[in-house]
């Protein structure tokens, strides 16, 4: 303002201290020509934000603010300028006498003579702290989302998440979703949630979790689901009601777990678990057979044992007791052995290699040609390869080939049995061919169960065939067998090749 105008206000003293004394602002008036500019005037307001009274503040330096939080380095700037005189706008961090921070706005205007001296230097403070708490309040809100964000992302990696209205009908799918129903996002949204309701869920189960939802309660359980192409996949669901400020139900979000594999793991543990104690309950039944024989027996031998010396015919009826107790203690032997290989095969598993399917088949040949030529039975031997290798286990494989020759000798009264392996597309096939009794049709589903005998009454412990499927399977070896009744049986093995 000019000079002149200013002169010709009335009372401009009285106006600016009123200014000074009714602003909002701290203001000081400082003596510019003290070196350490001590505090001649605060006002009211000044007071106020620094905590300090007036007589505390007259003939101190406005560096009493200075706290272990002001910046040094801004503090050096603002006390240059004001050695050159200059006008000071600068943001520091002052202290109050409780020590407390505060951010304020430090304006230094010098007051200048007529003939161009210094007097004095007009200090407003202007408390800007709450500039600093939006600051801060951005950065924690700033942290607080990109936190959020990661979690989201990490729900999302791990979980299945959906949304819908109050209604069911969905909002929102993250990928892991899509993926898993085979759906796409289009699809989705906007579909009613039971899109991927599976039939097998009984309506009664999502009546409870309705009830449970709608009472602003959070519902968990497993569901199972239906995929685009009709499959299924099982779920550990957690749903959750979200509220409004209000506690109204705006809608619902579901995070999920894919659990079908284990769900299918227990179910076929459980099968299995079932099916080991149906085995050993029959196995205890099989054992106790030839074992009481063989102890009744051995008593009434015992008991007849005097008599036997002397009386003719009792002696010819203990010989046959202990050709009977000799029969059921080998049979005893031979259903003990099948079990330990059965339980060796399970414990152990069988390390695979490369193994020659014409010295398996030679091999197997030379041990049972004895057998066969007792009962006037051509074994023969087509191979269609020179030389062919399989994966297997050399020492199984020729198990099985004995096991498959020795039953088809024991079954066969006239003919041959063929022992072949053909070169096909899907690996080397190993056959074994006989001319037998066959296999009723009624029997040849269960053939490879254990205890199960191709015709009642059969010799031998019911667990050959069972102990052949098995060790096939430990080779990845497909097994199968065709039959007819009265005009012989074939058993296949399809063998990856070398």
């Not at 072949?420 to 049709?441: A, E, F, N, Q, Y």
């Not at 040849?444 to 399977?473: H, N, P, R, W, Y």
Request: proline share 2%.
């Amino acid at each position: 303002m000019p000079k002149a105008i200013l002169e010709n206000i009335p009372n401009k003293y009285e106006i600016l201290y009123g200014f000074m004394k009714s602003t909002i602002n701290g203001v000081v008036l400082a003596d510019a020509t003290a070196e350490d500019m001590p505090v001649l005037y605060a006002n009211e307001a000044f007071t106020r934000i620094t905590g300090y009274t007036k007589s505390e503040l007259g003939g101190k330096c406005i560096c009493i603010l200075q706290g272990e939080k002001t910046d040094v380095d801004n503090i050096g700037v603002i006390k240059q300028k004001l050695k050159n005189l200059e006008a000071v706008d600068a943001e520091i961090v002052f202290h109050m006498k409780d020590g407390s921070p505060f951010f304020c706005n430090f304006i230094a205007t010098p007051i200048f003579n007529e003939d161009g001296t210094i007097s004095y230097y007009l200090i407003i403070l202007r408390n800007i702290s709450y500039k600093e708490e939006i600051k801060t309040l951005r950065d924690v809100l700033s942290e607080e989302l990109k936190l959020s964000m990661e979690y989201k992302d990490a729900i999302d990696e791990a979980s299945i998440v959906s949304k819908t209205d109050i209604e069911g009908n969905i909002t929102h799918v993250n990928d892991a979703f899509c993926n898993i129903s085979q759906y796409a996002r289009g699809e989705l949204l906007g579909a009613n949630h039971n899109i991927i309701r599976h039939p097998d869920m009984p309506k009664e189960a999502f009546k409870e979790l309705w009830e449970t939802i709608l009472a602003k309660k959070v519902w968990k359980g497993t569901v199972k689901n239906r995929k685009k192409d009709g499959s299924f996949y099982i779920v550990d669901a957690t749903i959750k009601p979200i509220l409004n400020t209000r506690g109204e139900i705006v809608e619902f979000i579901s995070i999920r777990h894919d659990i079908t594999e284990q769900i299918l793991a227990k179910e076929a543990a459980q099968s299995a678990l079932e099916a080991k104690s149906a085995f050993f309950a029959k196995a205890s039944h099989e054992l106790r057979t030839p074992l009481n024989a063989i102890i009744n027996f051995t008593e009434m031998v015992i008991e007849e044992f005097d008599e036997m010396l002397d009386d003719k015919d009792i002696k010819e009826q203990n010989f046959d007791f202990l050709n009977r107790i000799e029969k059921n203690s080998k049979h005893l032997l031979s259903l003990i052995n099948d079990l330990l290989d059965i339980s060796k095969l399970e414990r152990k598993g069988l390390e695979l290699g490369s193994v020659d399917v014409h010295k398996g088949i030679n091999d197997a040949v030379d041990a049972c040609i004895l057998a066969a030529k007792k009962k006037n039975l051509e074994l023969m031997v087509c191979q269609e390869l020179d030389e062919v290798s399989i994966i297997a286990h050399e020492r199984t494989l020729l198990q099985v080939l004995l096991n498959l020759l020795s039953n088809a000798i024991k079954f066969t009264s006239s003919g041959h049995i063929e022992l072949c392996s053909i070169d096909t597309k899907d690996g080397v096939l190993i056959t074994v061919k006989d001319t037998g009794r066959g296999i009723p049709k009624e029997k040849i589903d269960k053939i490879f169960e254990a205890f199960e005998q191709s015709m009642d009454g059969d010799e031998g412990t019911g667990l050959g065939l069972k102990l052949v499927k098995d060790m096939c399977s430990a080779m990845n070896i497909t097994i199968s067998v065709k039959s007819e009744e009265d005009e012989g049986t074939t058993f296949e093995l399809l063998a990856r090749r070398a």
